[in-house]
């Protein structure tokens, strides 16, 4: 009789990519036995925002996704339907729980361990040393795993321009802070404001802002493309402009790109993303992970395969480093290729995706996103290398881009340009009726 050797994983993170990654383990992978760390009081990653606004949570009072709950899905398990199409934060943050109370809690083969921060990740010979603080009793404790799943997510760094000239007296001053700083707009009223950033937060922020700014400025690369924008806020008190190049405290005024200035300025709020942080890492683990000695963060993850595997050493993957994708369906095919590599049915090439593809660092120099719709080609090359591995025979079968879910995806860019109708005309009816930005049900 053959004895199955028990393998040690650890996850790191109890958000979506680290529950994701437990579920498909313990369905598809009977001979591993998972912990599961979050620092939090509760699963959910940065959707739990709690009854008051987190420091450092890129969550804000009035959030809801861009991404319809109809493909944002996990597989076979759909969001309940009393729930908006474009799901309101809390109800994201249910979902996560009732995930996690359905398929990981009371399961022999995981634990879940709340309030526990993890302080040191480190290899010796062929196994990982994890040390832990548990926020609760403040005592600290070392245990040693075989695999490691990293799902600690890329929103807690802010990825700030480098070369704005006094921008560090505005953020001393507290006249300056980033996207995760963010909670509503009250601190907008009657104020000059100027949004850095056209992404989905700096959109949000510039739309609820509008309702109760004195006049508002919309700081993007591209102003023109920016303003032909279906959606866009077509208001009397918003400029669009391009890049700042300084700014200065004492007069509060910000200069632009193009030699224009603007003037009596109250706010810069910089919603521009985030950098990859990965503080726990031994050093020289984490200096090649980031690309340098001293990086505690960086805007890219170096030495991967398919932007899941350390190809230097496959026993630790990364769940959800690309951005601009579709995460919980993304998070579940990943895991299912980790379980096969882990277990020996997959070999991660020891070359990375730079060394494999020279170009690519040139496509993506900065961080991983992924352009519109090409991450649909990214789902399927997943897939097809989890078919060749077997895939077709586990157990949990995570989503498959089929014609039905590829066709949601090519068509949530025009709802996406609808739901940006509904909440500018939600926007402008309630300055006219001054009332602050709240959130609205509505389903397309």
């Known amino acids: 009789m053959t004895v199955a050797i028990v393998k040690r994983l650890a996850i790191i993170g109890g958000g979506p990519g680290g529950l994701a990654a437990a579920r498909v383990f313990l369905k598809n ?48 398990f759909p969001f309940p339907e009393k729930v908006p199409t474009y799901p309101w934060r809390k109800d994201v943050f249910e979902y996560l729980k009732s995930y996690s109370e359905k398929f990981l809690e009371n399961e022999d083969r995981v634990r879940i361990l709340l309030n ?21 009793d403040n005592k600290d404790s070392r245990k040693e795993y075989d695999y490691v799943v990293v799902a600690n997510g890329h929103h807690h760094e802010p990825r700030l321009p480098q070369n704005v000239a006094g921008l560090d007296q505005w953020f001393e001053s507290g006249a300056a802070f980033c996207a995760r700083d963010f909670q509503n707009c009250k601190f907008a009223q009657g104020k000059n404001v100027v949004v850095v950033g056209n992404g989905s937060s700096g959109s949000d922020i510039l739309n609820q802002v509008s309702t109760v700014a004195h006049k508002l400025y919309h700081s993007v690369r591209n102003p023109e493309e920016v303003a032909k924008t279906t959606g866009y806020p077509q208001l009397d ?42 503080p726990f890492f031994e050093p020289t683990l984490r200096a090649d992970l980031l690309g340098g000695p001293s990086k505690t963060s960086a805007a890219r993850v170096h030495n991967l395969w398919k932007q899941i595997f350390y190809v230097k050493d496959p026993t630790l993957a990364f769940a959800l480093l690309p951005q601009l994708i579709v995460p919980f369906p993304l998070a579940e ?22 060394e494999l593809d020279p170009e690519l660092a040139k496509k993506q120099p900065a961080y991983h996103p992924i352009p519109d719709f090409k991450d649909l080609d990214y789902y399927n090359e997943l ?12 157990p949990l079968q995570p989503v498959k881009w089929d014609e039905t879910y590829q066709q949601m995806r090519i068509t949530s860019t025009s709802d996406k340009q609808k739901r940006n109708i509904i909440l500018t005309k939600h926007a402008k009816e309630s300055r006219a009726q001054n009332k602050p930005y709240e959130l609205i049900k509505f389903s397309l």
């Open 116 to 136: 526990h921060r993890v302080d040191s990740l480190s290899k010796k010979g062929s196994v990982w040393s994890l040390v832990s603080h548990n926020n609760v």
């Open 237 to 278: 008190i918003l400029t669009t402009v391009p890049k700042i190049t300084s700014v200065d405290w004492q007069t509060r005024s910000v200069n632009l790109e193009n030699g224009e200035t603007i003037k009596n300025v109250d706010y810069l709020v910089y919603a521009t993303g985030y950098l990859y942080s990965l």
């Open 333 to 354: 095919l990943q895991a299912a290729l980790m379980v096969k590599a882990f277990n020996g049915d997959l070999q991660v090439p020891a070359k990375s995706d730079d």
């Open 29 to 76: 992978a009977p001979n591993f036995e998972i912990d599961l760390f979050e620092r939090d009081r509760t699963v959910g990653g940065l959707w739990h925002y709690g009854d008051q606004k987190r420091q450092g949570s890129p969550m804000y009072d009035h959030l809801e996704t861009n991404i319809s709950k109809h493909i944002m899905k996990f597989s076979g």
């Open 383 to 394: 897939q097809s290398i989890l078919d060749t591995a077997g895939g077709a025979k586990d």
